[in-house]
């Protein structure tokens, strides 16, 4: 028998919780905070282990005619010079792809899946969350506007799940002392700009060390042949900020920024250049907070950035928010009550994503640039030898296990299919 599912959150964890429940028979509707949902941000990642359950949930199509499938990772030095390649996705043998995507069109595919199937009036936006009551029976959800503080409704579900982003106030009302998100002491400047392609089109690569670092990667294909492709970047440096205080997600001009890669000229792309060509950037601190030693509190739990917010090294904020979504499925559709269920959801997934976080702290599989950074004489031309390639292959190897994307677990999971 389905159960009433109140998601506190339109984002991506919030659609894809709601997609996964409604497959699961569950009566689920979404509030959202903004009135109007947009196709805003820039570039994401969706490794292959997410990637299955988009799939699962009949988005293939829509996901190819949207992303980018990645089909290498390249990290490098400040001068281009490579210190370790891998392939990504199906070009690795997985049996998903790894997807390069625009948030906004991502969660625009998401909201349309939702619409489609559990129907628009299954979706309120102009909702935030702004307090609950619970009892044995239920809970019972305060939403406002948030631009006004008007409650605009109460409704009663037998589940609340804060899936409210970085700033949850669920998961505030749960922790009401944590203070501001843990700065990393690193500023990212974001943009996504039309530029020709590099290299084979869908590669993804990383550049520099811990005073300087570019991101780059396609994150939608030529709309004619031969065309530009959108092309996601970003950029990182230590500034001192206080995040207390910080305007998240302020908009900056890429011209201020471009001048530090002026030199960063590969053959194969021009980063300063690219940087030069885009319109706008966003500025974001790196934050995360620390891991939780719980994420449920009767029939209210917390899901995606709400629960683990993490630093995006390793690409798997979007990715553990999805495995989130199924996971929470899985356990409210089991034969036991709503708190057992959600302790069962936060038994799978808390500890998992509390290692990520703290793994991510430590640049995650990214820190093999530092490695050379301070291990090189600068003679290496072609490939960097000076840290063993041996040394390389266990970090990458072992991030991937720790995320739960290697190659094994996915095999196992592709001979495993059992549906929520």
């Not at 490098?76 to 043998?93: F, H, K, M, T, Y």
């Not at 998903?96 to 906004?104: K, L, N």
């Not at 628009?120 to 959800?141: C, E, M, N, S």
């Not at 084979?200 to 065309?227: C, L, N, S, W």
Request: glycine share 10%; net charge negative; aromatic share 6%.
């Amino acid at each position: 028998m389905g159960r009433s599912i109140l998601i506190a959150g339109g984002g991506i964890g919030g659609l894809v919780a709601a997609l996964c429940l409604n497959r699961a028979g569950h009566d689920v509707t979404v509030f959202e905070t903004v009135s109007e949902p947009r196709e805003l941000g820039v570039g994401i990642n969706l490794l292959p282990h997410s990637v299955r359950v988009l799939h699962d949930l009949g988005l293939e199509s829509d996901l190819a005619a949207s992303a980018v499938a990645t089909s290498e990772l390249r990290f490098c030095s400040d001068d281009g010079v490579l210190i370790w390649s891998e392939p990504r996705g199906l070009a690795a043998g997985n049996p998903w792809p790894q997807y390069s995507i625009h948030r906004g069109r991502l969660q625009m595919v998401l909201l349309d899946a939702v619409r489609r199937t559990l129907g628009p009036d299954r979706i309120l936006t102009g909702h935030h969350l702004d307090g609950f009551d619970q009892d044995k029976d239920g809970v019972l959800a305060r939403f406002v506007d948030r631009r006004s503080g008007v409650l605009v409704g109460e409704y009663e579900g037998e589940a609340l799940v804060g899936c409210d982003g970085l700033h949850s106030a669920l998961r505030r009302s749960f922790v009401s002392d944590e203070g501001p998100p843990r700065y990393s002491g690193l500023v990212l400047w974001r943009g996504a700009v039309e530029a020709p392609p590099f290299l084979d089109g869908r590669t993804m690569f990383m550049a520099g060390h811990d005073r300087q670092k570019a991101v780059v990667y396609p994150i939608r294909g030529p709309v004619e042949p031969g065309g530009t492709v959108l092309t996601n970047w970003v950029a990182e440096r230590p500034v001192d900020v206080d995040v207390a205080t910080a305007d998240w997600n302020a908009a900056v001009d890429p011209a201020d920024i471009a001048p530090w890669f002026a030199d960063w000229d590969f053959g194969w792309i021009h980063v300063g250049e690219l940087l030069a060509s885009t319109e706008v950037a966003y500025e974001f601190p790196m934050v995360d907070r620390d891991p939780l030693e719980r994420w449920s509190c009767g029939r209210a739990t917390l899901l995606g950035d709400a629960a683990h917010p993490m630093r995006p090294n390793g690409s798997n904020g979007a990715s553990q928010a999805i495995l989130d979504g199924e996971a929470l499925a899985v356990a409210l559709s089991a034969d036991v009550g709503v708190a057992a269920a959600l302790e069962s959801y936060e038994a799978d997934r808390r500890e998992p994503t509390s290692r990520l976080v703290l793994a991510n702290r430590q640049a995650g599989p990214e820190r093999v640039m530092q490695w050379v950074e301070e291990r090189c004489d600068r003679s290496c031309r072609d490939r960097h030898t000076c840290v063993p390639t041996g040394e390389l292959e266990r970090e990458a190897n072992a991030y991937k296990e720790l995320a739960g994307f290697d190659l094994a677990t996915l095999q196992a999971l592709s001979h495993d299919r059992t549906p929520t």
